[in-house]
């Protein structure tokens, strides 16, 4: 075969290359937007939640910083952040798992979920945010275990539950262990449920595969950041297997929305205050409350059933009997 030259650029042709405009996105360049290609300094990106300030693209962030940023630098405490995986299968693919493992903790998560209680505005809550940056958000037996203590935190703090997602599924390494975890998360926020607790979502890029079908999409409230991916399978996956082309925007936030598989589309730096407000409507009164309410109510029914005795003279004969006898100081046996 004949050896021809390969032109990769018509720019580069016409010697247009070096004026090509704005900067260029590097690969493993994270503070470029990969939109519109405008370059942020670090401190620029962090004041501005990870959001691109031009066409506003949201960036991956990390659990930390999610916590960070909702709690408005106020602090957080963490729950079950001692839990560490396991390797009870002794996986190994093209590396073993617990190699896998070490590689993601180095760069400073300890897991790919983190629960905590916090105040987003003065409102005390729990969050579980996910970390696609730890193993791609997978979800295992501490991710499971991470989000049901977060839960049974909430209970007992009578408080509502947040959880942000961004994941791409169960983790393979942990097999039907990991598989197991999407029935403990539902069973977690049943829990939730009966304690007449709110739990609200916040859909992040990419909610994929077992969280999308377990715990994400049983939110009381859900909400999804912009351009966010949210299916059980990718489009590339689909594509492949269907062999149809799929619409550009499959999946995405703002589809998701207009089919009513979301409540609202909202912007990450607007989510403190959406969330702070969604957990004042949702708020129940005061437990002193409630329960005066329960007796009122209790002695209410007495009354009445009081006023029914009277109006009805067989029961009334029969009510006196047994109210005489137990004046009388005769228990029955029974
Ligand atoms: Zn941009």
Redesign the pocket.
Known sequence: MSRHQISVSIDRLRGKRADAGPTRRMPGDDRS?P??E?HFRADEMERNCYV?A??G?HFPMTARQRLDHLSGGAGWEEIGGELRAADPLRFIDLQPYTERVQAAEAKGATEAIIAASLEIEGRPCVVAAMDFAFLGGSMGSVVGERFARAAEVAVAQNVPLISITSSGGARMQEGVLALMQMAKSIVALDELAQAGLPFLMVLAHPTTGGVWASFASLGDVTYAEPGALIAFSGPRVIEQTTREKLPADFGLAERQYDHGHVDAVVDRRDLPRRLAHLMMILEQPPRDEAQSLASQLAQNGTERAARMAQALPSLTRRFRGQSESSSAGEVSGS
């Open positions: 937007c939109k519109c405008s691109c031009v066409c693209y």
